[in-house]
């Protein structure tokens, strides 16, 4: 369609009036209308743009009466050139649908593209989700496990000082809880002969049932035992210092040999440095003389 | 869509027209004023964009104005055909800015495709080294 040739010969016709031509030869704008039509028939216009095309079918029936009736006269040209144009927009129409269409096309698959990518967005981060959760559920099956362990571990060490308090009052000694541990003070005399070191036979007995609570520490090997000699002041300071080491010294290889670890148990004497009575009575010396056994780390009651 | 109407109206005129004279024909007047809102439309659907739509405009409006100069000098038979003319010379701007409107939006649409089928074409090719 020479749509610009048809516009410009439009103008011109009109201004120059009607130019006859025999009635055996249809005038060109007659036959462009008929092309038109044509075009927008192939173009399918009869699907896209039906009521169009129905009006340029009426406005070409018109023009071809009038060419009928009247031969090729402006009044048929004019006619025809509405014709043309009515034809022109029906394909015009038909073109503007199919463009339509062909965007709705596009878009559908567009938008089937944004769902797909969405939909594997949420997927992922459902996935993220279920993952999270796990790992929650993990988390707290550990800290529940810590806790269950930390637990037991308390309990263990509760029985472990029950265990303790009952085996060392009963041998006048006692347990307590300071700041540097629990700390397990036996009497001397239940333990060594005077001014002696080596285990008297009823301290071995004694130092079993010890050995036996003490023992519950095997697993954590990072928690010392410190056995600490003391003496009364009776007699020189050296001699004190190197009898209460001897005498802490004899209680842990017992303890070692009763199966707690070498590298657990560890000794160190005092001699008369820190009294816990005054010396001045026999009773004030009795409870000098002593060994303690401090338990790095137990969480005080 | 007015076409309908006016092709309705335009058979009994052509046949009244074999009949009566020139002379007996009224002045076009609803004809121009029909034009006239065809140019109206056809501005408002953006013909002024699009180069041959804009042309069909201008021949529209051209005559409109030989219309109402035929009219003046009581041609009427003659005014009313120009008015037709101008009226489907401005119908055929506007579906033509229409139609521009559609390819515009039709290729946009596409354009995104072809970048989203370009995004997927370097996903399932992966990074390359």
């Keep these: 369609m020479?749509?610009?040739?048809?516009?410009?010969?439009?103008?011109?016709?009109?201004?120059?009036?009607?130019?006859?031509?025999?009635?055996?030869?249809?005038?060109q704008q007659l036959l462009d209308a008929r092309a038109s039509y044509q075009h927008?028939?192939?173009?399918?216009?009869?699907?896209?743009?039906p009521a169009a095309l129905a009006n340029a079918q009426a406005a070409l029936q018109t023009a071809e009466h009038a060419y009928s009736a009247n031969g090729d006269e402006q009044r048929t040209r004019d006619l025809a050139y509405v014709a043309e144009r009515k034809a022109d927009i029906a394909n015009v129409d038909a073109t503007t649908g199919k463009e339509a269409r062909r965007e709705r096309i596009a878009m559908d698959q567009v938008l089937a593209w944004q769902q797909s990518v969405a939909q594997s967005r949420q997927g992922a981060l459902e996935q993220a989700r279920q993952q999270l959760a796990t790992t929650g559920q993990q988390l707290q099956v550990s800290q529940a496990q810590v806790e269950s362990e930390r637990q037991a571990r308390l309990e263990s060490e509760n029985r472990m000082r029950d265990a303790l308090k009952k085996l060392v009052v009963a041998y006048g000694g006692s347990v307590t809880e300071?700041?540097?541990?629990?700390?397990?003070?036996?009497?001397?005399?239940?333990?060594?002969?005077?001014?002696?070191?080596?285990?008297?036979?009823g301290a071995r007995t004694r130092l079993d049932g010890l050995a036996q609570a003490?023992?519950?520490?095997?697993?954590?090997?990072?928690?010392?035992?410190?056995?600490?000699?003391h003496t009364d002041s009776t007699g020189s300071d050296a001699s004190n210092m190197v009898l209460s080491q001897n005498r802490a010294e004899s209680v842990r290889q017992y303890l070692i040999s009763r199966g707690l670890p070498e590298g657990q148990v560890l000794a160190s004497g005092a001699g008369s440095t820190e009294p816990l009575k005054s010396d001045a009575t026999a009773q004030g010396r009795a409870a000098n003389r002593r060994v303690e056994l401090v338990i790095e780390g137990v969480t005080p009651r | 869509m007015k076409f309908p109407v006016r092709s309705a109206n335009l058979s009994p005129w052509v046949l009244g027209?074999?009949?009566?004279?020139?002379?007996?024909?009224?002045?076009?007047?609803?004809?121009?004023?029909?034009a006239q809102e065809s140019v109206a439309a056809a501005?408002?659907?953006?013909?002024?964009?699009?180069?041959?739509?804009?042309?069909?405009?201008?021949?529209?409006?051209?005559?409109?104005?030989?219309?109402?100069?035929?009219?003046?000098?009581g041609d009427m038979e003659h005014a009313d055909l120009v008015a037709q003319r101008a009226d489907v010379d401005a119908d055929l701007a506007r579906s033509l800015a229409r139609e521009h409107a559609a390819r515009a939006q039709a290729d946009q649409a596409v354009d995104a495709l072809r970048a989203i089928e370009r995004q997927q074409g370097l996903q399932n090719q992966g990074p390359t080294n």
Excluded: W
């Design chain 2, 17 to 34: 027209s074999l009949l009566l004279a020139c002379a007996s024909t009224p002045p076009p007047t609803h004809r121009v004023a029909s």
């Design chain 1, 214 to 229: 003490l023992s519950a520490l095997k697993d954590q090997p990072e928690r010392r035992i410190i056995v600490e000699g």
């Design chain 1, 2 to 27: 020479n749509r610009c040739k048809m516009v410009v010969s439009g103008v011109v016709v009109v201004a120059f009036g009607a130019f006859g031509c025999t009635a055996s030869h249809p005038p």
């Design chain 1, 178 to 201: 300071q700041p540097r541990g629990t700390v397990v003070t036996l009497p001397g005399a239940i333990l060594f002969a005077s001014g002696q070191y080596q285990l008297s036979t």
């Design chain 2, 43 to 73: 501005r408002q659907a953006g013909a002024n964009d699009s180069a041959l739509a804009s042309l069909y405009l201008q021949s529209a409006q051209e005559q409109i104005g030989v219309a109402q100069g035929l009219m003046k000098k």
């Design chain 1, 40 to 49: 927008a028939m192939a173009n399918q216009a009869q699907d896209y743009s």
